[in-house]
């Protein structure tokens, strides 16, 4: 695989960003053009200096102080034609098999870009000029930082944002029709939070054109244990990869600890993704004497996976109990609620939430959401929480699957905004209400604990999983291999050992060793007998080695018991 960045040039500005290139990116391209170099770099006749994004507050080029970097701006014609040319003599001379072109987003941010491209294309497809910096009608309390810059009131940064967005996406189109039947990739494709437009990151726009999608999951910190935060993420990501045709969905971490590795790869198995443990080091200011290689740590996983639960992901099915829609009409339209939350934030409330409890879910994205058929291929309820924009055809979609049985629980606010961002002067609400569909629940607008203790004592949903023994820090999800169901545990109550010395570059500590703050081991589900459970089955794991631990099952009325000893594990099992 070829990776790389095409859109920037290392050139710290200054001594301080000197040595925190030097500090802080020890695995970038460190022999970067000087000042006076800068003046003539160029390929096939552009010159770098000439290509780069323009800051809006003072002219200068684009400039990204997080990576010491000068970007180009991905809507200049010249940087379009030098990339296409680097991209053919790329395929010319090295014969990959696939490749990962970086960066396809705007580390400089909302400061730029000002240049006559950007400027003509504002005024040509959304008939608007660019203000001067700091007229707070349309940049907000530029105070803040600036991934916090914006005025979502105003439809014209709306537009702007917007078109940052697709000036990425067409750049990544340009990318594939070069490489045409060669798989390609992006290696930063986060989506969700309404802070990612400040840098233009938007992997549902990337996706028509991409191949594989990956998230990029780290793992050298001690905050990697704390991976329920991540499941919503992982699982819209894998619902792009999904609606790509079953595309491969890939998790990447980076560690320089045995456990690290071992956490990711379990990760991977947990989300039911394809694993990349990472050869990429020096993330460090220094590595550690006693830091492993990637292909070290992970070496012993792979092959324990092979020997003892080879399962082809992609061939899996997960089991999904509920549908949860993430809205990206109100993350682009930067649609937040009175008390400044947004709608990204109750996706991952109701997702810590069913992680907690048990409950498979699955994500329904904005496209999804506008498509009655889709929608009623399954019986399972959709959580429609806090969906404020929507557009037309979105809501013809839920009325037609409401009036033909289809199940929703719908938390206000609803429909106040269409898909522009612009306020309607009877919000959608109103009418789905008064229509009064029998499978439709208005719930109160608590806490997705409270809703879901409510919805499930009222017998108006019952849970496939239920622990009945055993501490709850276990979580458990079920995927389908061969139609079999194929558990996999998780601890979610990890204890991260840091090292008693060494810290990423955020300051956080690195990742040394796992501990569970799991007392009871010894945890016993109450399957619902829709899941038509095997007569036996074999409880695994790397920290078992090749000798199985032990499952009990017994088949009651309605519902299958099943006893997992999961104790001498800290992190993964699979039962199977």
């Known amino acids: 695989m070829d990776h790389y960045s095409c859109n920037h040039v290392e050139r710290p500005r200054g001594e301080k960003e000197f040595r925190k290139l030097h500090k802080e990116q020890r695995h970038h391209t460190l022999l970067f053009h000087d000042p006076v170099a800068a003046e003539t770099a160029q390929y096939e006749g552009h010159f770098f200096r000439d290509i780069c994004e323009v800051d809006l507050r003072d002219g200068s080029r684009g400039y990204a102080a997080q990576y010491q970097m000068e970007a180009f701006c991905h809507n200049n014609p010249d940087f379009l034609d030098m990339h296409s040319k680097y991209l053919r003599r790329l395929m010319k001379d090295v014969p990959f098999d696939l490749i990962e072109v970086d960066d396809m987003c705007d580390y400089a941010g909302l400061a730029t870009c000002g240049c006559v491209h950007c400027r003509e294309r504002f005024k040509r497809e959304y008939g608007h000029e660019i203000p001067p910096f700091g007229e707070k009608l349309f940049w907000g309390d530029t105070s803040k930082p600036m991934l916090l810059w914006g005025n979502y009131e105003n439809p014209e940064f709306r537009d702007w944002v917007k078109m940052k967005m697709d000036i990425i996406a067409d750049h990544v189109r340009l990318v594939k029709s070069i490489v045409g039947e060669k798989p390609l990739l992006t290696c930063c494709s986060s989506t969700g939070p309404i802070v990612l437009n400040s840098i233009a990151l938007n992997l549902e726009r990337m996706s028509p054109y991409l191949d594989m999608f990956m998230l990029e999951n780290v793992g050298t910190n001690i905050r990697s244990t704390d991976w329920v935060r991540m499941d919503a993420e992982a699982l819209q990501q894998k619902d792009i990869a999904m609606k790509r045709g079953n595309a491969p969905a890939i998790a990447l971490s980076y560690t320089i600890y045995e456990k690290g590795g071992y956490l990711g790869w379990a990760l991977s198995r947990f989300w039911g993704v394809a694993n990349w443990s990472s050869t990429l080091n020096q993330r460090l200011e220094e590595d550690p004497a006693d830091a492993m290689e990637i292909e070290d740590i992970i070496a012993p996983f792979n092959s324990w996976e092979l020997k003892n639960s080879n399962i082809d992901y992609r061939k899996s099915k997960d089991l999904t109990e509920i549908r949860l829609v993430s809205s990206s009409l109100c993350r682009d339209n930067g649609f937040r609620y009175e008390n400044g939350t947004e709608q990204w934030d109750r996706v991952r409330s109701w997702s810590e939430e069913l992680v907690k409890n048990n409950i498979g879910y699955r994500i329904v994205r904005s496209a999804e959401l506008a498509n009655a058929e889709e929608l009623l291929k399954e019986k399972t309820p959709v959580i429609l929480d806090g969906i404020g924009c929507i557009s037309q055809s979105q809501f013809d979609s839920l009325k037609t699957y409401l009036s033909k049985g289809g199940k929703a629980w719908l938390t206000l606010p609803f429909g106040t905004h269409d898909e522009k961002g612009f306020k309607r002067s009877v919000p959608f609400s109103s009418e789905i209400v008064y229509r009064k569909y029998k499978n439709l629940i208005i719930t ?37 291999n061969e139609n079999k169901p194929v558990f996999h545990f998780l601890n979610s109550a990890m204890i991260p050992v840091p090292h008693p010395s060494i810290k990423d570059n955020g300051g956080t500590p690195i990742l040394k060793d796992i501990e569970s703050a799991i007392i009871n081991n010894k945890i016993t589900f109450e399957i619902d007998n829709r899941v038509s459970i095997p007569s036996a089955l074999s409880l695994l794991s790397p920290e078992l080695g090749d000798k199985p631990g032990k499952m009990e099952i017994s088949s009651l009325k309605g519902y299958t018991k099943i006893t997992a000893d999961l104790e001498g594990i800290k992190v993964y099992a699979v039962g199977q």
């Open 444 to 480: 109160e607008a608590a806490t997705p604990k409270e809703t879901l203790s409510k919805l499930i004592s009222k017998g108006l949903f019952r849970p496939m999983i239920r622990q009945v023994a055993g501490d709850p820090g276990w979580s458990v999800r079920i995927h389908f």
